[in-house]
């Protein structure tokens, strides 16, 4: 809410990849709420949760949807910061804001249409046969389907993206170089870079790899539901705990990281205290 009410207000951060980062935490805060809710019913009603019903799909469907929107929007993040590298020498292609408008609009219709599948009748409510155990009534085919493209999106495409920037940046260091020019900004950008991107890549490894190797396990396990009871589902809580964290550490790496957006901050903060001091006087 910090991230999205200081961009917001802030007109000098309203460029491309603002909005992506605004949408970002939009995502994230989807994300906390839909997994809010999912924890309420597991508080109030455990046993639907355990064992599936009608109710859980609704919650299921929008946890997927915010999970798929901001891998979406990372993997687009990591996107425009590269062609921001690789075409700032040429004047051909510059991103726009309605470039990054589309590319919302299109990451949310994606997420959403994945995400309610399940809604729209990809369910197994009313069989047994090839049921989740982790996730019921979800059916282990849609995990499935859903998990192992975006999994391999979500570490292969920023992968490539931020190697690189980091190539592109070590380049034309080295050419700077060797024409005896300073070479200091560039060697800034690439390490802040490539601390970026191991903290995006440990983050994103530390929160979606336990629910990727839940999917695995459900889809080759066995048992039933009792069986497994209460040990699976507890690490099925813990991977769900993980991706809330990741929601709490993706504004910290790409934005309150930010000198610009921290500096805003203060700002801000500072102009709301000026002003209850001037309404207290």
Request: net charge positive.
């Amino acid at each position: 809410c910090t991230v999205i009410f200081t961009r917001m207000a802030t007109k000098d951060l309203h460029k491309p990849i603002c909005i992506l980062f605004c949408n970002l935490a939009f995502s994230d805060l989807f994300t906390s709420f839909s997994g809010f809710w999912i924890s309420t019913l597991f508080i109030t009603n455990p046993d639907i949760t355990i064992f599936g019903s009608k109710e859980m799909l609704a919650p299921y469907a929008l946890y997927t949807t915010a999970i798929l929107s901001t891998i979406y929007n990372l993997v687009s993040i990591g996107i425009e910061r590269y062609l921001a590298v690789a075409e700032s020498m040429r004047t051909r292609f510059r991103i726009a804001r309605n470039h990054s408008i589309a590319v919302v609009l299109i990451n949310w219709v994606l997420a959403f249409f994945l995400g309610c599948l399940p809604l729209m009748g990809w369910n197994c409510l009313s069989m047994e046969k090839n049921l989740s155990v982790l996730y019921s009534p979800f059916c282990i085919n849609y995990l499935i389907f859903i998990a192992i493209p975006n999994v391999g999106v979500a570490f292969i495409i920023p992968l490539f993206t931020y190697l690189r920037i980091i190539i592109i940046l070590r380049k034309r260091k080295l050419r700077m170089k060797a024409c005896g020019q300073a070479t200091g900004t560039y060697k800034s950008a690439e390490i802040q870079v490539a601390r970026t991107s191991i903290f995006i890549w440990l983050l994103a490894l530390i929160s979606y790899a336990p629910f990727f190797a839940g999917v695995v396990f459900d889809a080759t396990n066995q048992q039933c539901h009792v069986d497994l009871y209460p040990g699976v589902y507890i690490f099925r809580n813990c991977t769900a705990m993980l991706i809330t964290m990741n929601c709490l550490g993706n504004p910290i790496i790409y934005t309150l990281k930010g000198k610009t957006l921290g500096a805003k901050l203060k700002t801000l903060k500072c102009l709301s205290t000026s002003r209850s001091r001037a309404c207290t006087i």
